[in-house]
């Protein structure tokens, strides 16, 4: 029975399998695929600053109007926005004129997971 983790794919509908941490075992192509995807979202700083404003907003949701001060565009954010949300890191929920993003707790979970270092038996 394989020990690889769960990310919410694209869009939050359901589980996507992900990767057991990078100690335990080779990826699998389909595992490397899918954190490939992650890191590469990821990969651009003003993602990261994106990502991180979502993951520690209070309540752990973040309004656009609220995240958006990242020395970009508008639309240049809501790019950047989609490119999280395609690589399963983000979920998004419109309501009104605002979209409001969340990074959910099992994303952050899986990540650690995959980076961490085989606890000693």
């Keep these: 029975m394989s020990n690889a983790k769960a990310l919410p794919e ?8 992900c990767c057991p941490p990078l100690a335990e075992r080779p990826m699998t192509a389909e595992e490397a695929e899918t954190a490939a995807r992650m890191f590469k979202a990821l990969g651009d700083p ?3 600053r994106l990502f991180s404003a979502v993951a520690s907003h ?3 949701e973040a309004c656009v109007c609220d995240i958006s001060d990242v020395g970009v565009s ?3 954010v809501s790019h950047h926005l989609k490119k999280l949300k395609e690589a399963g890191l983000l979920t998004s929920e419109r309501r009104g ?3 409001y993003y969340r990074v959910e707790p ?3 979970a899986a990540m650690g997971r995959l980076l961490a270092l085989p606890s000693a038996v």
Excluded: D, H, Y
């Design 10 to 17: 694209a869009g939050g509908q359901g589980v996507a399998p």
């Design 46 to 48: 003003v993602r990261l």
């Design 97 to 99: 004129t605002w979209v």
């Design 58 to 60: 209070e309540g752990g």
């Design 74 to 76: 508008q639309p240049t």
């Design 106 to 108: 099992s994303v952050l």
